[in-house]
Structure formats: structure tokens, C-alpha cells
């Protein structure tokens, strides 16, 4: 609330949120940009307790969503969020500028999504693909409590984005990492990513292109060839 901390203090924080993240590991994907301030801090040589700083934006809001992560763990988290388990769901993605595919392995459906042609070219194909992976997440049937989930995308970026956000300035991916941390908070499902070859994703990359095709003519095809 004060939004002004002392060195001393936000390196107090940030060995406790290195804690609570071997117990909730999604709560490791927002520790970059607190690492980050405070390796600039250091390399200034301010006073460690004197000197007091005002935080930007972007770490408040991630201090405010460390609370979240705080009280689930206070709550206690279910081991089987924490341990290598066998795959409940696996998602499956692809993204282009002008659409958006998914499908699930386990329950067997598919999904697409066109863009309209005004928003085309607006956002980098990185960004594209992690947003592909959260609209499936998203869009899925809502998970059962502890249920694991494997994501698959293409994308080796969309990849590491789904599990750590490294980015410091980037508002949109920071914003679409938050609204992923805060699904699987409330769903309590575990989340894994996996990259794999673009030449195996002749679905959903037909999922996310093939638009000029109707919903059976699309289904006809793909269940014909693959």
C-alpha cells in the first residue's frame, strides 16, 4: 500500500516468494521482475535500509497477485499440483495472424477462432501462439480439481511463457501471463508445457488457416487425411 520499499526489505520478500514458489510453482513465473529491480538496486550501491524506493506498476501488480499465491498456500496445496504425475488433458495449439486452433487429445474435441481482418498483422506471431495457449486453457470445459494439464504449442516462446514471464515491459504479455496464473488458481489444475515439431500440427495449424472452409467440409477433410 505504501508502494515505497527499502533494499533490505525487497530482498526480505523476495527470498520468502523464492520459498512459496516450491510450494505453488506458478508463483515462480512472477519473480523476474522482482529479481530484476533488485539486481538494478544492488548494482547502484544504495543504502540496503536507509534509502526507501517507489515500485513500478508493473511489480505492484505482481506483489498484489503474490498474495493470491499466498493465501492458496496458507490454504495448502494438494501434492498432486507439485509432483510428475500422468497427462488428465492434453491441449494441442496453433496460431497465424488471422485464427486461432486448439483441440483436445482426451475429449476429442476442436476448436477455432477467426480474426477479423482489421485486427490481422496487429500483434507479433509470439504473442499469437501464447495466446492461442491461453484461449485454450480458457475455452476448455472447466478442469477438475487437480487435474493435470499439458499444453502443447510449437511455439518454443509460447512454451516458456506458459511456466516463467521473464519479460519486464511487455503490459500485454504481462496482463495475459496474470490471467493465466489467476485460472489456475481458481480451476486448482496443474499445468505443463510442451513444445513439439510444426510439422506435426497439421490440425490445428488447419484449425487456425483453413477459414474459407465450413465447419463439415474442415471435419471431413481432417478425419479423411490424418
Not at 13 to 28: N, P, Q, S
Not at 84 to 102: E, P, Q, V, Y
Not at 160 to 181: M, V
Not at 189 to 196: D, E, V
Request: a positive charge; charged letters at 25%; one cysteine or more.
Amino acid at each position: 500500500d505504501k508502494k515505497k520499499v527499502t533494499l533490505a526489505e525487497l530482498e526480505n520478500i523476495k527470498g520468502r516468494f523464492t520459498h512459496l514458489a516450491c510450494v505453488d510453482r506458478t508463483a515462480h513465473h512472477f519473480l523476474g521482475r522482482i529479481n530484476h529491480i533488485v539486481t538494478k538496486l544492488n548494482r547502484q550501491k544504495v543504502s540496503r535500509t536507509k534509502q526507501k524506493f517507489r515500485l513500478p506498476p508493473e511489480v505492484l501488480s505482481d506483489l498484489h497477485l503474490m498474495l493470491k499465491f499466498i493465501d492458496r498456500a496458507r490454504a495448502g496445496v494438494s501434492m498432486n499440483l507439485l509432483v510428475h504425475r500422468s497427462i488428465d488433458a492434453c491441449l494441442r495449439t496453433g496460431a497465424c495472424f488471422f485464427g486461432l486452433g486448439w483441440l483436445c487429445w482426451c475429449c476429442g474435441r476442436a476448436y477455432r477462432l477467426e480474426i477479423p481482418p482489421e485486427r490481422w498483422l496487429t500483434k507479433p506471431q509470439n504473442f499469437m501462439e501464447f495466446l492461442g495457449c491461453c484461449t485454450a486453457l480458457r475455452e476448455h470445459a472447466p478442469f477438475k480439481e487437480d487435474t493435470c494439464v499439458c499444453c502443447q504449442t510449437d511455439n518454443t516462446n509460447a512454451e516458456g511463457w506458459l511456466h516463467k514471464t521473464n519479460f519486464y515491459d511487455d503490459k500485454e504479455k504481462i496482463e495475459l501471463a496474470r490471467w493465466l496464473a489467476e485460472h489456475q488458481i481458481k480451476q486448482k489444475f496443474c499445468l505443463y508445457s510442451q513444445w513439439f515439431a510444426g510439422k506435426a500440427n497439421i490440425v490445428s495449424d488447419a484449425l487456425s488457416q483453413d477459414h474459407h472452409l465450413s465447419d463439415h467440409e474442415l471435419t471431413s477433410r481432417l478425419l479423411s487425411q490424418h
